[in-house]
Nanobody, 116 residues
Framework: QVQLVESGGDLVQPGGSLRLSCAAS????????MGWYRQAPGKQRDFVAA???????TYADPAKGRFTISRDNAKNTVYLQMNSLRPEDTAIYYC??????????WGQGIQVTVSS
């Protein structure tokens, strides 16, 4: 069982930056694929970015060039650095952990609001 706790959500102006963190419990963090997803009101949950156990990264098109995912295995934490934020980035952001056997774990979600 893996527990995920997100932090760092906030209200930010367009063009601003924010860094989300996700702290994971357990001793197997380093072998998990870690990802970020988001869900805007009335919409489905969408993939944002992921980082594998080897450090390889994948981004959805809206995140490319603006968001950076990283991980610190010593701290059991994954980060999402978000720059040049836009109003359409407003959503609840969820942290995801996927085991090598494809079992998924989710955080409770954290609100990010981009507005002037």
């Amino acid at each position: 069982q893996v527990q995920l706790v997100e932090s760092g959500g906030d209200l930010v102006q367009p063009g601003g930056s924010l860094r989300l963190s996700c702290a994971a419990s357990g001793s197997s963090f380093k072998i998990y694929r870690m990802g970020w997803y988001r869900q805007a009101p009335g919409k489905q949950r969408d993939f944002v970015a992921a980082i594998g156990s080897t450090g390889s990264t994948t981004y959805a098109d809206p995140a490319k060039g603006r968001f950076t995912i990283s991980r610190d295995n010593a701290k059991n934490t994954v980060y999402l650095q978000m720059n040049s934020l836009r109003p359409e980035d407003t959503a609840i952001y969820y942290c995801n952990a996927r085991s090598p056997t494809l079992q998924n774990y989710w955080g409770q979600g954290i609100q990010v609001t981009v507005s002037s």
